[in-house]
């Protein structure tokens, strides 16, 4: 078992990077790689409802037969939860980037292996060329994507520590920062006092 573990992380150590493709840090890539999806989920949603509402209401004034609408029905509405289930997805992805949490970004991992490997199952299923292609290129894109999200889970991983270290060491130099501010504050308002005191003594004694 601790054999196949370290063969497990070694394996994704080798698909580990430093950068992503455009120069930006492994955090910004995770961010526009979810911003993207969540576009892409956005728009699914809104063409498959549009739609699924346009030809129910077009084929019910128009009769149509029910087996036609039924068809219509689950290919928009597969459309549409597709949508859901993908504005999920990323909003586990960047809400995983934004606050540095690396079980979110496996989880996020798990299942976009699971629609890579139904999108490969779809590729044999193609039939025709430009369908074939576009999944092809699909899939280039998303193995890339799965390198960038895996290399900043390992790098959060890595650096869980050292994070903690830090986020404790920022922590106690803020509690000292704001002793020192009421310090500063409490010794002020003592000098106030003395001041008032002894003004109010000068005309007590004229």
Same mark, same amino acid.
């Given at each position: 078992? !601790? @054999?196949?573990? $370290? ?6 150590? $080798?698909? $580990?990077?430093? $950068? +992503?493709? +455009? ?10 790689? !979810? ?7 956005? /728009? ?8 699924? /509402?346009? *030809? ?9 037969? &029910? ?30 980037? &934004? ?6 970004? *496996?989880?996020? @991992?798990? *299942?976009?292996?699971? !629609? ?20 092809? /290129? !699909? ?13 900043? &889970? ?11 270290? @830090? ?16 310090? &500063? ?22």
């Amino acid at each position: 078992m !601790g @054999e196949d573990s $370290r063969n497990s992380s070694s394996c994704c150590g $080798r698909l $580990r990077i430093t $950068r +992503c493709c +455009c120069g930006c840090t492994l955090k910004t890539g995770c961010l526009i790689i !979810g911003s993207l999806h969540m576009i892409w989920a956005i /728009v699914a949603i809104g063409v498959g409802l549009g739609l699924l /509402v346009y *030809f129910n209401i077009v084929g019910q004034s128009l009769g149509w037969h &029910r087996e036609a609408l039924t068809t219509i029905n689950i290919s928009f509405g597969g459309l549409l939860a597709g949508g859901v289930a993908q504005c999920i997805h990323s909003a586990i992805l960047i809400h995983g980037t &934004r606050k540095g949490k690396a079980g979110f970004l *496996f989880c996020w @991992e798990m *299942f976009y292996i699971i !629609g890579m490997v139904l999108t490969a199952i779809g590729l044999v299923l193609q039939a025709g060329l430009w369908g074939i292609v576009s999944t092809v /290129v !699909g899939l280039l894109f998303g193995v890339y994507f799965y390198i960038v999200v895996n290399s900043y &889970r390992l790098e959060l991983m890595a650096g869980g520590e050292n994070s903690n270290i @830090e986020g404790k060491a920022t922590s106690s130099h803020a509690m000292a920062h704001y002793n020192q501010n009421m310090h &500063r504050q409490n010794m002020y308002h003592q000098n106030m006092s003395h001041i008032q005191q002894n003004l109010h003594n000068i005309q007590q004694k004229y």
